[in-house]
Structures are given as C-alpha cells and as structure tokens.
C-alpha cells in the first residue's frame, strides 16, 4: 500500500507531503514534522515483494542497517545524511531522515553537462570521505550512484537514500531499479557485500561526472565483452585522474583498491595535477614543394641577374621576400598568390637586369623625349628603375608598420605561425635561390 498525500503517520507526528519516485527495494516519501515543522524523508520497504521468500529476511535487514546508519548519525559526519526516526506504522517499518535540498550529482551533469575535474573530483572525495566511516561502521552503501549524491549551492555533496539491504532480492523486478546498472560492479547482482562495491559505484559516478555520460554497465562488459570507452578519450582530464577511475572501475573486485581510503589516495594524486584546458596546438606544416618552387624562381632570378649589381640584389630579396609574407596571408583567398610568386619577382629582373641600359630596352620602359599631353605639356616619366626602388621602399615601410602594430601572439593565417618567421624564411630561400643562380652562371658558361 502506497501512502497518499496529507496521511498521518504516528498519530499525526508525520504528515505525507510527496510520493518520492520508487525505488526497487523501498517507497520514499518527502513528509512533514508536524511539531518542529521540518521537512523529513520517510522510507519504507515496498510492501509488493513481500511474497518473496526472502522478504522477512529482507524486513529483518532494513531493521539492522536502519540502527546502523541511525548510529552514524550520531557522528554528526557532514556528508552523510542524517538518520533521526526508526519506527512501525502498522506492519510497514519506517526509516526517517533528513530532508537534503539541493541538486543531484545525475541532475547537475545532465544540466551543465561534464564538469570541470577539479570541480567533480571535489564532490567525489568527500562521498569518500563518507563512505570510509560508512565501511569503519560495517555497512555498504551499494548506491553511491549520481542520483544519490545531493550537491548544495556551498559546494558540500551529501550522500543519501542507503540501499538498506538490497542485496537480499534477486529477482527481475528488482533488477530494473538495482542502483543504476550502469554504475553497479556486475557482482553486486550476487549478493555481495564486499567494500568494493561502493569503490567502483563512486568511481563510476565520477566517470559520469568528468565526462557527462554515464559508462558502460559491468554486466554488457562482463557477459557481452564490451568495451568501457577510457574517460581521457570524451573528457580533457589528466592521465593520474583517468588512472584512478578505472582502476576504481575494474571489472574485477580483486583488481581494485581493497579499501575506500586505498583510493582516496589515488584521487588526491590525481587532484594535484591540475589539467589546464588549452586549445589544441595548431601543427605547423612546412609547405616544401612551395618553397623548392621559390627556391627555383629566385634561382633563375639569380642567373639572369648575375652581372649586375648584386647589394641591389638583396634588397631586393630581402623586399619581395617581405612581399611575400604579405601577400600570402592577406591575398591567397582572393585568388592572387600568382602575384607573389611571379609578378614581384619580376621587378628584381627588371631593376637589375644587365640589359637595362640596353637602347631597346631604354625606348621601350623610358621616354626620354617626354610624353605630349593635351594642351602642349611635356610630361618625362622616371625610369622604371626608380618607380621600382619607390616600390621596395614602400614595401619596406609597410612591414615594418605591419611588424610593429600586428599581434604577434596571434598565429597568423600564411605558411607559419610568426609574421617574422615567414619572412625570415622566405629572405633565407629567396637569398640561397639567387646564390644558387649566381653560382650556375659562374659554373656554367654555356647557358650565358
């Protein structure tokens, strides 16, 4: 029989104001102390498996661990909820408890998603801390799960609702409700009692906490083989942190940590090494095919150039090699990287060509009679050379303001992470491609 809202209970001492979600082995209910006007919690066993055989063994249990954990209270431990009635309402026993307000450790995951390590490892250890005096006074909890772990808006995480003898019923039923079988070991299904069974429910919750997903059952591990995902795979955490969960989480019983302490301290290495969330590190690539296409086009620059000035020369290098840089970031996606890689450079030729003062060449690229403009103006263009020494230093100019006011802890968009690198880079290449054309036109003769 499930109690409705406004009974009362030891002659009106308790009033039902809430019928809690069932579990499998007990009815909650969220009821009222009438006289201190406080709220309570009342648990009782679900009176629906008394025809179980093992159900008066089942009744005698909840009587036992009901005293046991009433004693806890006594230690006043903050994280453990408080015991504060045990009493027979008719032929149903009662257990009542304290009222924890607050959200649920299952609630806030599924709210904010994964929490921060430090933040969850902290909810985490005091459960712990918890548990060991729960173990100290020979009791298991067997539910240490998300939904049972109330956090407060200070930070303190409190454990409730004790799965008061669960391990008795082995049947279907309760095997639906058997403290989230995601976050039960496979032989709690067995009626085991060990102390290891809370180790791996808590690291468990922890898993769900870190990472927002609750991980795969002991049971689909132990009878289907599958595979429990590691939590460093769907959350940034540390590798001490991710240690000490799934050795808490080991199929086995044997393989982890035999006591609750024995992993606490497993968490508090992991705890010190803080994982500080970055951005994932941007891997440079060094386009080579690139700069062996540079490499050569200076190469022939070089050749061409060779009987010429060469301190122009590099300037010129040093010029369109900054041109470059530029030019790269800025116009790729505009479709004009042949300017970078052909045009420019063609400047050098033409400002330092033996060929310049050539009669052919001077008629061509200078009108030294002048240009006839409307109205009987004489207009004489500079050389092509001087528009083009203009060019360099203009350039020269515009790096510099570009070195001096860009943010230079930004990786930039171009071939390396550093404006200055590029451009280093770039002179190196465009420098080694001239020697490489001077050097072939020393060498080799035959191809003047």
Same mark, same amino acid.
């Given at each position: 029989m499930v109690w409705v809202v406004g009974q009362q209970l030891q002659g009106g001492k308790y009033i039902i104001e809430k019928v809690l979600p069932e579990g499998g082995f007990g009815i909650t209910y969220k009821a009222r102390h009438t006289l201190l006007k406080q709220l309570v919690v009342i648990k009782t066993p679900n009176e629906r498996l008394k025809n179980l055989p093992d159900y008066p063994k089942y009744l005698q249990r909840f009587m036992e661990e009901g005293q046991r954990v009433a004693q806890l209270s006594e230690k006043k431990h903050p994280n453990i909820v408080r015991v504060t009635d045990l009493f027979k309402e008719g032929e149903i026993y009662c257990l009542v408890m304290d009222f924890v307000p607050g959200e649920s450790l299952f609630d806030l995951v599924r709210r904010r998603g994964a929490l921060p390590p430090t933040e969850a490892?902290?909810?985490?250890?005091?459960?712990?801390?918890?548990?060991?005096?729960?173990?100290?006074a020979r009791l298991v909890h067997r539910d240490a799960h998300p939904g049972n772990i109330m956090v407060q808006k200070d930070g303190k995480a409190i454990l409730i609702d004790f799965g008061i003898a669960g391990e008795i019923l082995q049947t279907v039923e309760s095997s639906k409700h058997f403290g989230n079988l995601a976050f039960?070991?496979?032989?709690?299904?067995?009626?085991s009692r060990e102390l290891t069974l809370d180790i791996y429910? +808590? =690291?468990?919750?922890?898993?769900?906490?870190?990472?927002?997903?609750?991980?795969?059952?002991? %049971? *689909?591990? &132990?009878?289907?083989?599958?595979?429990?995902?590691?939590?460093?795979? +769907? =959350?940034?955490?540390?590798?001490?942190?991710?240690?000490?969960?799934?050795?808490?989480?080991? %199929? *086995?019983? &044997?393989?982890?940590?035999?006591s609750m302490q024995e992993w606490l301290k497993l968490?508090?290495?992991?705890?010190?090494?803080?994982?500080?969330?970055?951005?994932?590190k941007k891997r440079i690539t060094i386009p080579w095919g690139w700069l062996t296409r540079h490499l050569l086009l200076y190469a022939v620059f070089g050749f061409v150039s060779a009987p010429s000035d060469w301190?122009?020369?590099?300037?010129?290098?040093?010029?369109?090699?900054?041109?470059?840089?530029?030019?790269?970031?800025?116009?790729?996606t505009l479709g004009f990287v042949g300017i970078s890689i052909v045009i420019l450079p063609l400047f050098l030729v033409f400002s330092s060509a033996s060929t310049w003062d050539e009669p052919m060449y001077k008629s061509l690229l200078?009108?030294?009679?002048?240009?006839?403009?409307?109205?009987?103006?004489?207009?004489?263009?500079?050389?092509?050379?001087?528009?083009?020494?203009?060019?360099?230093?203009?350039?020269i100019l515009v790096n510099i303001f570009n070195l001096v006011y860009s943010n230079t802890n930004q990786p930039e968009s171009g071939l390396f992470d550093s404006k200055f690198i590029t451009k280093l880079i770039l002179f190196i290449t465009s420098s080694l491609g001239l020697g490489l054309g001077w050097w072939a036109y020393q060498m080799f003769p035959i191809l003047r």
């Open positions: 490892v902290e909810y985490v250890r005091q459960i712990g801390e918890a548990l060991t005096v729960v173990h100290q039960a070991p496979y032989e709690q299904m067995m009626g429910c +808590l =690291a468990a919750s922890l898993y769900y906490a870190v990472t927002g997903q609750p991980p795969t059952s002991s %049971l *689909e591990q &132990k009878l289907n083989n599958f595979r429990l995902i590691k939590p460093n795979q +769907l =959350a940034n955490i540390s590798d001490e942190l991710n240690w000490a969960i799934l050795k808490g989480m080991e %199929l *086995e019983a &044997k393989n982890r940590p035999q968490l508090e290495v992991a705890n010190r090494t803080v994982e500080v969330s970055l951005p994932p301190a122009r020369n590099w300037i010129f290098a040093w010029t369109f090699a900054c041109c470059y840089a530029l030019i790269y970031d800025r116009l790729w200078r009108a030294d009679s002048g240009w006839v403009l409307p109205g009987g103006f004489v207009f004489i263009p500079p050389s092509l050379q001087i528009w083009v020494y203009c060019l360099a230093l203009f350039c």
